[in-house]
């Protein structure tokens, strides 16, 4: 459909075209009665002289249907109602047959007329509606306000071939344009009253021309109001001359507008209130999960430390040198406990706040996963260790440091999670210019709902309450390697344990 909207009647009625159509129509068929008349009884033709007026009354309306009624009975009684070629009639009852003729003309035409108007009216109704709901299916889907806002202003500025304005209080409760069309591009078009738009913000009432309150107005002012509230006022310009009266049509267009407006505006504005109490609360929680993880993380190895210090503080004498290698071991434990927390925490802070910067270098995967060895290895305790990387990898462009750190959390976590005596393997494989770990353990495993859950932030499976950590580790993984360019995930191992896996771009 087109984008302008027609209202009310568009056809001049006292043009001469559709009387000139309507005169040559009955002198044609009258043409055509007088060559074969003979075929017609006077009833007859008296009917057929009805086609005029049914054609123009559909076609033009109730004018040139009468005009086609009038010149048909006078075409009638000049060249078929004796005496033939006069106007007068010396038969009474043709008298009467003239008058039933333009009593059915008149009562056919306008039957037609209002046939004409109602078919009209429901196209435009039809056009009307198209619009809005191909409009409504534009902003639903829209979550940017001024987009939103800006696509409506352009609807009604396009329908109407007017300026049209949306207006919305800003921080200080003041009502400015928010979205405009025709506004700007021309320079002598009016500008909406404040004190209007004021007064209909506040009264939620429609104003200005065409209504009954400010009607010497060049806006038309409605305001933008659902059941709670009043959001806005809309204002559409006029081009005609003040004190002019709005149609019908125009006004279910400008008010169904003006709904759509608000309900667009309470719903994003529900929508950003909802996220940020949807923020708030993940906020509240997260800050919660990480105080009560922290204070448990760092009070167990503080009170390691403290209780390895204390005991060789106050007992130095009388330790043996094996007792002191163990207090020391554990107090070494503790420490790297805390630094490994300090370290997921900072690194949490880093991602989280964009501030995290990949110092790329060509690197050798065994140094990489060597490094990480030496870190986890008094924690392996009687575990087995099995590594498996092949002579013939190539170097990898990667963060070595941050590299290191994602497998010493995974190597930290097999050992956690998988009792003394089983076996935590660590193959390594180069395939088509991804290089690919697999850290796999013998422990307890998880579910395959838990897949991707365990590299949520804080996330801690039912299954692994006894064991202590803070559901940092494995988010800050996922976090580096995308940051590479790369993906890990995890998946249940056959017949036990876990299989996590990482895949990384060889090149930069």
């Avoid at 299916?137 to 049209?164: K, M, N, Y």
């Avoid at 979205?179 to 007064?199: K, N, T």
């Avoid at 940020?276 to 009560?292: D, F, G, K, V």
């Amino acid at each position: 459909m087109s984008d302008t909207v027609v209202y009310g009647d568009h056809v001049n009625k006292y043009t001469l075209l559709p009387y000139i159509i309507v005169t040559l129509m009955v002198g044609f068929m009258t043409i055509i009665f007088w060559k074969v008349g003979y075929a017609f009884t006077l009833v007859n033709l008296a009917l057929l002289y009805l086609l005029p007026v049914i054609v123009s009354s559909v076609r033009w309306g109730l004018a040139p249907s009468f005009y086609a009624a009038a010149i048909g009975v006078t075409a009638f009684d000049y060249f078929f109602v004796p005496p033939i070629h006069r106007f007068t009639v010396l038969d009474i009852r043709y008298v009467v047959s003239f008058g039933v003729y333009l009593a059915v003309a008149i009562f056919t035409a306008g039957l037609a007329a209002r046939l004409r108007q109602r078919v009209r009216e429901l196209s435009e109704r039809e056009a009307i509606t198209s619009a809005l709901y191909t409009l409504s299916i534009q902003v639903a889907a829209g979550r940017d306000l001024d987009t939103v806002l800006g696509e409506i202003v352009r609807h009604a500025s396009d329908t109407f071939g007017l300026p049209a304005a949306i207006l919305l209080p800003d921080a200080a409760g003041h009502l400015t344009v928010r979205a405009e069309e025709g506004l700007q591009s021309h320079g002598d078009a009016p500008i909406p009253e404040s004190r209007i738009v004021d007064w209909v913000y506040r009264h939620g009432r429609i104003a200005g021309y065409g209504t009954n309150q400010n009607r010497d107005s060049t806006f038309l002012y409605v305001p933008l109001k659902t059941e709670s509230n009043v959001h806005g006022v809309m204002c559409i310009g006029q081009q005609q001359s003040p004190n002019v009266n709005v149609g019908t049509a125009r006004m279910r267009i400008v008010q169904a507008l003006a709904g759509l407006a608000a309900v667009c505006i309470a719903r994003i504005r529900f929508e950003e209130e909802a996220k940020i109490a949807h923020l708030s609360a993940e906020s509240e929680r997260l800050r919660t999960a990480l105080l009560h993880s922290i204070s448990h993380e760092l009070r167990t190895p503080l009170a390691t430390i403290l209780g390895a210090v204390t005991g060789m503080t106050e007992s130095g004498d009388i330790l043996s040198p094996d007792d002191r290698r163990e207090l020391l071991s554990t107090i070494r434990e503790g420490a790297l406990r805390m630094n490994r927390l300090v370290t997921n925490l900072l690194g949490m802070v880093r991602m989280e706040s964009g501030m995290l910067q990949l110092n790329k270098r060509w690197c050798d995967v065994s140094d990489i996963v060597g490094v990480a060895l030496r870190q986890i290895g008094d924690a392996l305790q009687h575990r087995t260790m099995e590594v498996n990387i092949p002579d013939n990898l190539p170097a990898i462009a990667v963060d070595e440091i941050l590299i290191e750190q994602v497998l010493v959390n995974l190597l930290s976590n097999a050992i956690k999670y998988s009792p003394d005596g089983s076996l935590i393997r660590l193959d390594c494989m180069e395939y088509d210019g991804i290089m690919t770990l697999c850290i796999r353990d013998e422990g307890m495993g998880i579910r395959e709902d838990e897949a991707e859950k365990i590299f949520e932030k804080f996330y801690r499976s039912d299954t692994d309450t006894s064991v202590p950590g803070t559901g940092l580790g494995l988010a800050i993984c996922k976090g580096i390697v995308e940051a590479h360019g790369g993906e890990i995930f995890a998946r249940p191992a056959e017949p036990q344990g876990t299989m996590i896996t990482i895949r990384l771009p060889v090149g930069d």
